[in-house]
Structures are given as C-alpha cells and as structure tokens.
C-alpha cells in the first residue's frame, strides 16, 4: 500500500505499562507529525520530524512520551508507565516539506 | 492568539440538500494558511483544501466549495448536493508557519456531518 501505515490498530495497557507506536510514512516523504486525539475533539501536535531530526517536541505532554525516528523513516511513539489520561487516538502524518498531511488510521490507545 | 472554531458540532440532513459547515479563526500574522480536512469513520482524516492567507478567491471543486473571507475571518465550507457518502467529521485548520505550512497546525473541534438517506 502506498499509504501511512500505523500499528497496532488497537492497544489496551493497563495502567503502568510501557506501550510502543509505530508508524511507516509513505516512502520518501520528510517531514512526519504526531497527533493526539481525544474523542470529539480536533488532533492535538505531539511531535515534529524533518527526516531523523526531531525539530519539536513541545507538544509532548510529559516525559512519559517519547518519540525516535531514527533512519528518518520509521517512527515510533513511545509512552512509559501509561496513566488513564494517555488513552486517545494517535495519530502519524507525512508530508513532503509543505504539502499536504497524509495521515494514517490512527492507533486508538485505551488504558485500563 | 490563534484559534479555530467550528460552532457547529453536529449538522443532520437529509440527501441532496445543500449544506454549510462553518469555520472561524483567530490570528494575528498576515501569512497564514488554512486548511479542511474529512474524517470518515475509517479514523484517516483526508486532505480537501489548504488556502494561503493572499489568495481570498473562492474555490469549487465538484460539489465541495470554499468561501474565504478575511474580513469576517471565516472559511466555510459548502457541500452542494450532499450524499450519504459525505457523511464524516469535517476539520477546519490553521498554520501560520513559513518553512512547512503543515507545522504547528490549530484545529478546530470538528463538526460531525450526518446525511440520511
């Protein structure tokens, strides 16, 4: 598929555990996004990456979150010791620089 | 500060009506962009629209069109014709950014748009 592509669909955590996102923008594509979204609610900004480099990460709500993208491709969002406020949909985007967001189906996050 | 607001939380027609989804902002940059986005329940939220804060024309593309107004700070949305495939969460935005109009986007709450059959 030629698409953003984000796993796991679902993830259920209890409270306390470490959970791991990922997200495989489409090839070639520079700048990748993180959103969080609550329901009935607009996405939130997370987190910004132009290739590898992590330009901003101001949206991150505690140190709890962490994101990498390493090869600057693959992303992956990570969130320790999980609390019931983190659950939400996550959501990954890609762009080249200044076009339009694709976005991925999300990861719907619920902590029990 | 900016913001966006969609006062419309939810709109019901029924098929083949016409119907306005409308988007409020707030800035004070005089370059800004502004975008619309489609959620249908499949949760993908999808590209329709971005404008630059110069380009006040007013756009139609198929059924879809868009009604910029800075001087009420309004772009709202129009579906002409409306059918049930239309049905999803529609998403107005902001971006004042320069390098990548997509960086630090604002969004409203969203107005969720049913069209009944």
Redesign the interface.
Same mark, same amino acid.
């Given at each position: 598929g030629a698409?953003v592509s984000q796993s796991p669909r679902y993830k259920v955590a209890k409270r306390g555990q470490d959970v791991a996102l990922r997200c495989d923008p489409i090839s070639g594509h520079v700048?990748l996004?993180w959103y969080q979204q609550a329901l009935?609610? +607009?996405?939130?900004?997370l987190t910004?990456f132009?290739n590898e480099a992590q330009l901003?990460k101001s949206g991150l709500p505690s140190d709890r979150f962490f994101a990498e993208r390493p090869e600057g491709s693959v992303s992956t969002l990570k969130i320790q010791r999980t609390q019931q406020e983190d659950s939400a949909?996550y959501?990954c985007?890609s762009?080249p620089?200044?076009s339009?967001?694709?976005? +991925?189906? +999300?990861t719907r996050l619920t902590v029990t | 500060a900016q913001k966006v607001t969609q006062a419309q939380t939810e709109i019901s027609v029924v098929e083949k009506e016409d119907v306005t989804l409308d988007c409020v902002y707030e800035t004070r940059d005089t370059t800004y962009y502004l975008f619309w986005y489609k959620q249908p329940p499949s949760g993908e939220l999808v590209f329709l629209i971005r404008r630059n804060s110069f380009d006040e024309q007013n756009e139609i593309s198929g059924r879809y069109s868009w009604n910029f107004q800075k001087s009420t700070s309004s772009f709202n949305f129009t579906i002409t014709a409306s059918q049930v495939v239309d049905s999803a969460v529609y998403f107005c935005a902001l971006s004042e950014a320069s390098f990548d109009s997509n960086y630090q986007l604002i969004w409203g709450a969203g107005t969720k748009l049913i069209i009944k059959p």
């Amino acid at each position: 598929g030629a698409g953003v592509s984000q796993s796991p669909r679902y993830k259920v955590a209890k409270r306390g555990q470490d959970v791991a996102l990922r997200c495989d923008p489409i090839s070639g594509h520079v700048s990748l996004f993180w959103y969080q979204q609550a329901l009935g609610q +607009g996405p939130e900004f997370l987190t910004y990456f132009q290739n590898e480099a992590q330009l901003d990460k101001s949206g991150l709500p505690s140190d709890r979150f962490f994101a990498e993208r390493p090869e600057g491709s693959v992303s992956t969002l990570k969130i320790q010791r999980t609390q019931q406020e983190d659950s939400a949909v996550y959501l990954c985007a890609s762009s080249p620089t200044g076009s339009p967001l694709h976005f +991925g189906n +999300g990861t719907r996050l619920t902590v029990t | 500060a900016q913001k966006v607001t969609q006062a419309q939380t939810e709109i019901s027609v029924v098929e083949k009506e016409d119907v306005t989804l409308d988007c409020v902002y707030e800035t004070r940059d005089t370059t800004y962009y502004l975008f619309w986005y489609k959620q249908p329940p499949s949760g993908e939220l999808v590209f329709l629209i971005r404008r630059n804060s110069f380009d006040e024309q007013n756009e139609i593309s198929g059924r879809y069109s868009w009604n910029f107004q800075k001087s009420t700070s309004s772009f709202n949305f129009t579906i002409t014709a409306s059918q049930v495939v239309d049905s999803a969460v529609y998403f107005c935005a902001l971006s004042e950014a320069s390098f990548d109009s997509n960086y630090q986007l604002i969004w409203g709450a969203g107005t969720k748009l049913i069209i009944k059959p």
